[in-house]
């Protein structure tokens, strides 16, 4: 079972982009949640997480651009990416937070490209 990312695609500077994660087995109710990304040849990071209460966090490289957001009813996680940049393509994923002990679910994740 691996959480699902998509919404993922190819914008232009200053663009927007909304992302999706679906827990369609409903193994994450009682997690914190986050998204991640890794670009090429660097490492996968958090750039947004949501706590349990609904507290946010993120990462200052996108912090005032981005939005991550939960809908329990759907078992969903969002990330709401705007002003998009060129240093915003990676693949982006999302898991729960932290994320060691859920290794076994990252999934492909979804791909955003941003043209500067």
């Known amino acids: 079972v691996q959480l699902q990312a998509s919404g993922g695609g190819f914008v232009q500077t200053g663009g927007y982009l909304r992302l999706s994660c679906t827990d369609s087995r409903k193994i994450f109710s009682n997690n914190h949640m986050a998204w991640y990304r890794q670009a090429p040849g660097k490492q996968r990071d958090w750039i947004a997480r949501?706590?349990?209460?609904?507290?946010?966090n993120y990462a200052d490289s996108v912090k005032g651009r981005f939005t991550i957001s939960r809908d329990y009813a759907k078992n969903t996680v969002y990330l709401q990416m705007n002003n998009l940049t060129a240093e915003d393509t990676a693949t982006y994923y999302c898991n729960a937070w932290p994320s060691a002990a859920y290794r076994f679910y990252w999934g492909q994740g979804t791909q955003v490209t941003v043209s500067s």
């Open positions: 949501i706590a349990l209460g609904g507290v946010t």
